[in-house]
């Protein structure tokens, strides 16, 4: 047996111990479902991160930057990933508020509709049921291709690590592994990066070799390869898509069932804040890790085949044989919590969310459900042929097109009804389907951004016209009120100094992150492609250079904006707050919490 064998062995074993050891003292549904909403920022900070990269990262977006848009990946500014910020700030803390057991609850606690819930819960099933068929058949396949071992031997291996601990320790146990799979692939991500840049003469070399690379001609430029034979025709084409693919995958960090219920595991609402934006800047840099790996390996052999191999073929043929095996086992782990992250989403909604009536589960019962929907995807899994990357693109995009509207209108609308926000959800997920398969099946093909701009488009169509011809009733109006009103605890100055770090972290990105890809990428690209002006400096007349400031002009604005909403919504000495510490001191002054009521209020 390998050392790559033997270190993703030890590592799988690793996470069912402490994941099943998390689980020893679980009796309530609170701590099955949301990890008895003690989690600190770090936990979940590891599960938010860890749950989207998964091996559609790891493989497939690296292949798409193998094949051809390293630069169009590089030098995009980030749009997603705002999601998680905004997401955070707009819709996780009243998420939070509703202390609902799952977030199809949610959507039915805060319009007193079962339908509702059920179809949410639909949504989830349907939806992240296939996303946890696809990443665990890439687990599969990566673990049939380090060790050697049959796809099947392979899928039942990674079926059953996951399941073992997710069924038994519910939400506790996937945080607790998520956030140990995430310091692994992190860690791993950038030691093997640099290792690898390092051997191609450093950064600046690779980029201006990497322009010059005939085989694969523009590869490095801010569009990446276009023109006949891809996707995109013109520069425009691809700017759509990118756009409208990131604007969508932003929705889904903001809103999405598997990023949003982390925000009900946590301590507290600076928890959910802190986590939030810290997890911008971390998925901005596997990004970029991963992404970058993936083009720059054209350096070394540019005939991979097939391309979601290539971070594999990297593993295992420039590094040192055990930085090669962590890498892979960090793949495996990105698998894994994305994979166990998904299941006990389905399990809880098929447990909590299904059925004409709320049920009385239990811990057990709840656990029997989860095995059972477990069996059904290792069978699946078996059946479907896998197809990471687009399939990754539309289950997304699905999310997007569906629950986005609702999720933001359900906190910030005083006019969308019950009706309006079950049609409209309704509307979102079959207009994005519907095109989607239609262009799968060959019937009508269209642009791949086509789908959840009109699923999204229809959704607020539907949401107003519904909403104009109903009446909100006056316990959606109530309920919508209480989730505007911060929890006392919350309203901290201490707090609220420390959660301001998180977005001051964000306006220094903002301001740095260009200057560095000036140096280190735009004018190692312009000297390969013989356009860098005559003293050397930068030519502002081209698309790479122009396109840097665009992280600026995004993020350090957002960044602005949030730190004043933060120090608007918690500042203790603001009259309004002032108004719910005094209700609570006089509500609670008998209670453990009145010493620190008191301290908020004399601040």
């Known amino acids: 047996m390998d050392t790559l064998t033997i270190t993703i062995g030890v590592s799988i074993l690793i996470y069912v111990v402490i994941g099943s050891y998390a689980g020893r003292n679980i009796k309530k549904l609170d701590d099955y479902f949301v990890a008895g909403r003690r989690a600190p920022t770090l936990l979940i900070l590891g599960t938010l991160v860890a749950s989207v990269m998964s091996t559609s990262i790891f493989m497939g977006e690296a292949a798409f930057t193998y094949d051809g848009q390293f630069g169009a990946y590089l030098l995009f500014p980030g749009i997603a990933v705002t999601g998680y910020m905004l997401g955070a700030l707009f819709f996780g803390v009243y998420l939070r508020r509703s202390r609902a057991p799952t977030v199809a609850d949610f959507f039915g606690r805060r319009f007193h509709s079962r339908r509702l819930q059920q179809f949410a819960g639909f949504t989830i099933i349907l939806g992240l049921g296939g996303y946890l068929l696809i990443v665990t058949q890439g687990a599969a396949i990566l673990l049939s291709g380090i060790t050697g071992m049959s796809y099947i031997a392979s899928l039942i291996i990674a079926w059953s690590s996951y399941t073992i601990f997710t069924m038994y320790s519910g939400s506790k146990g996937v945080i607790i592994t998520d956030t140990l799979m995430f310091l692994l692939f992190m860690v791993a991500t950038v030691v093997f990066v640099v290792y690898i840049v390092d051997g191609f003469g450093g950064i600046s070399t690779a980029i201006t070799d990497l322009a010059r690379l005939e085989s694969k001609a523009g590869i490095a430029s801010w569009t990446g390869i276009i023109g006949e034979g ?29 990023q949003a219920s982390r925000h009900l595991m946590a301590r507290d609402e600076h928890v959910v804040l802190r986590a939030a934006i810290l997890a911008c800047f971390c998925v901005i840099i596997l990004q970029m890790l991963i992404y970058g790996i993936g083009g720059l390996m054209n350096l070394a052999n540019a005939n991979i085949t097939p391309s979601e191999t290539v971070v594999i073929w990297a593993a295992k043929s420039l590094v040192p044989e055990l930085l090669g095996a962590l890498l892979l086992a960090g793949i495996v782990a990105a698998a894994l919590s994305s994979a166990s992250t998904f299941l006990s989403l389905v399990g809880f909604s098929i447990g909590n969310d299904i059925g004409s009536k709320p049920l009385a589960i239990t811990v057990n019962a709840t656990r029997k459900i989860m095995l059972m929907t ?149 004018i190692p690209y312009q000297i390969g492609t013989g356009e860098i002006s005559p003293d050397g400096s930068v030519n502002w007349n081209t698309g790479e250079a122009l396109i840097t400031l665009t992280i600026f002009i995004l993020h350090v604005p957002l960044a602005l904006m949030t730190m004043k909403v933060i120090w608007d919504r918690y500042d203790p000495r603001s009259s309004r707050n002032q108004k719910i510490l005094r209700r609570a001191f006089l509500k609670e002054k008998t209670c453990d919490q009145a010493p620190q009521l008191i301290q908020n209020r004399n601040v």
Request: aromatic residues 16%.
């Open 374 to 522: 477990s069996l059904i995807v290792l069978v699946c899994c078996y059946f479907f042929p896998p197809d990471i990357f687009w399939f990754m693109l539309f289950i997304g995009t699905v999310f997007a097109s569906s629950w986005g509207p609702v999720g933001l209108m359900s906190i910030w609308s005083k006019r969308i009804t019950k009706d309006a926000a079950f049609w409209g959800m309704f509307s979102g997920f079959f207009m994005n389907v519907i095109p989607a398969t239609i262009d799968y099946l060959g019937i009508y093909h269209m642009p791949e951004h086509y789908p959840p701009v009109i699923g999204a488009v229809v959704s607020i169509a539907v949401i107003l016209v519904v909403s104009a011809r109903g009446t909100v009733s006056r316990e959606e109006n109530i309920y919508r009120l209480r989730l505007h009103r911060p929890s006392p605890s919350d309203i901290d100055l201490a707090k609220t100094k420390i959660t301001l770090l998180a977005p001051l972290g964000l306006i220094v990105y903002g301001v740095t992150m260009p200057l560095l890809l000036l140096k280190y990428y735009v």
């Open 230 to 258: 891809t996707s995109w025709r013109t520069p425009l084409d691809y700017v759509i898509w990118a756009v409208v693919i990131d604007i969508a995958w932003g929705f889904v960090y903001a809103v999405g069932p598997w």
